[in-house]
Structures are given as structure tokens and as C-alpha cells.
Antibody
């Protein structure tokens, strides 16, 4: 059974750095083609993709946030970590991590299993 | 980056068919995936590769993709289908490769 669980602080002050951890089980991020993504959703708003890391340690970022984001993985711990620097109240959101399985066709990346999400509030 | 356009809302009576569109430039050349999100819950994959259903998703959910429009179709709509629906593509030519549509709120009348 594939599961993912997000963890991190519920409250962060503006200008601080936010560190979120995705702990997963039931699959290996060493498997060719496998990826894990981070997605967020501000209250009442749409899903926004943030970053992903693949089995080969390649990383992709949202162009609007790439200067503030860093994604990394610890394969031995089955964890993916996302850091976001210089947070702002607009970063208040529920943050999800999700598995992206090896695509059957080129370019066919999607998210088949999601964590429940962790809610982060940015406020002084 | 690639842009996906969805209608903000769609309404349908129980038992009827709902169609939710996702527009994008030549989207028919890409694989489109759909997610259902109920209030307070994480998204759930309902359609992948345009028209494939994950195990556990009812056959009432189907998808198609051609030209500049992909469509999620829900037949015999039930009250439990009321949710937000998001389309998603992977744009390998972009430095922002993963894109979501803005979401569609499906209301069951």
C-alpha cells in the first residue's frame, strides 16, 4: 500500500524559512521513472504545483517560485524535503506531496497517490 | 508556461450527464489527467492518460481529448460527485512542466 504523509510547522512567521517533509512508504524513489511532487492550495483557491524530484535526483520547480524553493530526497529514509525561503502571508496554504509513478508513455506524468496535506499559516 | 482553462462552475441534475472541459493549445497532443477534490480532502485521481480509470473509480467517469479541448464526462451524476475537478498536463518543453487547470466546481442540483 502506497502512503505519503506531510509534516512541518503549522505556523511560520513572515521572512522565515519553511521546511516540509514528505515521508512515504510502499514504493521506492530509486525506481526508474518515479517522482514525488509538492503541490499547495491556498484557502478557497486552486491547486498550484511547486516542485518535483525524480529517481535520478533531477529537480523541477515552479517558475514563479523557483528562487525560493529547494527540493531534496533521502532515499534511505523514504523522505522528500521542500524548503521555502522568505515566506509571506500569501504562502498560507495546505501543502500536499504526491507520488508520480513511472509514466507508461513519454511525458505522461501524473499523481496517483496524495498525502492528506499539512496546513501552514504564515503570520506574525 | 502552458495554460489550461476550465469553466469555474458546472451544474447538473442528479441522473444527468456532466461535462467538464479543459482547454489548452493543441492539448490533444498531450496526456491529460483529472482529479476530484471534495471539501477538506486531498485530491483523488479519477482519469489518467486522457481516458483511463484507476481501480476503484466508477465507470461513470470517462475522459476524452482532441484538438484544443479535453473533457471529463460524468454519467448518471450522483450527489456524491459534487466536488472540484482539476485537469493536469505535463509539458516537457517547458521549464515549468507540470500544469493544473484552475478547477471546476461541480454542483449537483
Amino acid at each position: 500500500q502506497v502512503t505519503l504523509r506531510e509534516s512541518g510547522p503549522a505556523l511560520v512567521k513572515p521572512t522565515q524559512t519553511l521546511t516540509l517533509t514528505c515521508t512515504f512508504s510502499g514504493f521506492s524513489l530509486s525506481t526508474s521513472g518515479m517522482c514525488v511532487s509538492w503541490i499547495r492550495q491556498p484557502p478557497g483557491k486552486a491547486l498550484e504545483w511547486l516542485a518535483l524530484i525524480d529517481w535520478d535526483d533531477d529537480k523541477y520547480y515552479s517558475t514563479s517560485l523557483k528562487t525560493r524553493l529547494t527540493i531534496s530526497k533521502d532515499t534511505s529514509k523514504n523522505q522528500v524535503v521542500l524548503t521555502m525561503t522568505n515566506v509571506d502571508p500569501e504562502d498560507t496554504a495546505t501543502y500536499y506531496c504526491a507520488r508520480m509513478p513511472t509514466p507508461a508513455i513519454a511525458g505522461g506524468y501524473y499523481m496517483d497517490v496524495w498525502g492528506k496535506g499539512t496546513t501552514v499559516t504564515v503570520s506574525s | 508556461s502552458y495554460v489550461l482553462t476550465q469553466p469555474p462552475s458546472v451544474s447538473v441534475a442528479p441522473g444527468r450527464t456532466a461535462s467538464i472541459t479543459c482547454g489548452g493549445n493543441n492539448i490533444g497532443s498531450k496526456s491529460v489527467h483529472w482529479y476530484q477534490q471534495k471539501p477538506g480532502q486531498a485530491p483523488v485521481l479519477v482519469i489518467y492518460y486522457d481516458s483511463d480509470r484507476p481501480s476503484g473509480i466508477p465507470e461513470r467517469f470517462s475522459g476524452s481529448n482532441s484538438g484544443n479541448t479535453a473533457t471529463l464526462t460524468i454519467s448518471r451524476v450522483e450527489a456524491g460527485d459534487e466536488a472540484d475537478y482539476y485537469c493536469q498536463v505535463w509539458d516537457s518543453s517547458s521549464d515549468h512542466p507540470l500544469v493544473f487547470g484552475g478547477g471546476t466546481k461541480l454542483t449537483v442540483l
